[in-house]
């Protein structure tokens, strides 16, 4: 793995933009998994900046997201589609027909689930998995306990995930109970991973996941496994990481070569 720990989310955030915006650059139809929430916002704006001003063109590139919420419509305010269209994908030149987020209505969702797995294959399989992580160590919403080698399916949040989206739905009461999420086997495919992580609130999980062992009761331990996963941090998210200030040195470092 690959730790990376700047200042802020801000400069964090520019880092993971960069290694975004390279393959895109590189490779015209890249194929990236995207994450929702609070953490990937900042990357998302500079992604969008990068489009504005420098003409990074989104127009070949693929998207696949990380999970959506079951029984919600995509035009709900807090659906995981609604996030997307907002933040990303309504500022940007990707075309509709390569945008793919899971479908919380599906009428059968195991075959909806093998149809998603099937059209991240077809695709090419994902580029850079974007992801952030839950308090609980969760990654896409696979919870605590789930197989390290799950693929798409539904699965039933936690309380304390229901409890750490609970504004989005008026309260916790509103949060729906399932959510269709890529599997752990799903993301560790993906030839690079890109977690992010910020605030004191992180710092356990992320403790844990890096340091700890690898375990199905965190599962972001997992990308221990992984041969390319970069976990790019704030100082608060870091901050109970014991080999901090080797990561640090490492990174401050390396070849020129091997600069993001
Ligand atoms: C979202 C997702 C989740 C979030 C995680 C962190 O698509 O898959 O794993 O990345 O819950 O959420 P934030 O960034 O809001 O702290």
Redesign the pocket.
Known sequence: MEIIIQPDSQHASQIAARIVARLVREKPHAVLGL??????LQLYRNLVLMHRESGLDFGGVTSF???EYVGIPPTHPSS?HSYMWAHLFSHIDMTKDRINIPDGLAADIPAYCRFYEQAIRSAGGIDVQV????TNG????NEPSSSLSSRTRIKTLTDE?RL?TAAGFGGHEGVPTHVI?MGLGTIMDSKICLLLAFGKK?AKAIAKAVEGPVTAMVPASILQMHPRAVIILDKDAASELKMADYYTWVYEHKPDWQKH
């Open positions: 994450a929702t929430g609070n953490t990937p997201n990380l999970d995981f992801l952030g992580i839950g969760h990654i896409g919403f995930s750490d999420t992180k």
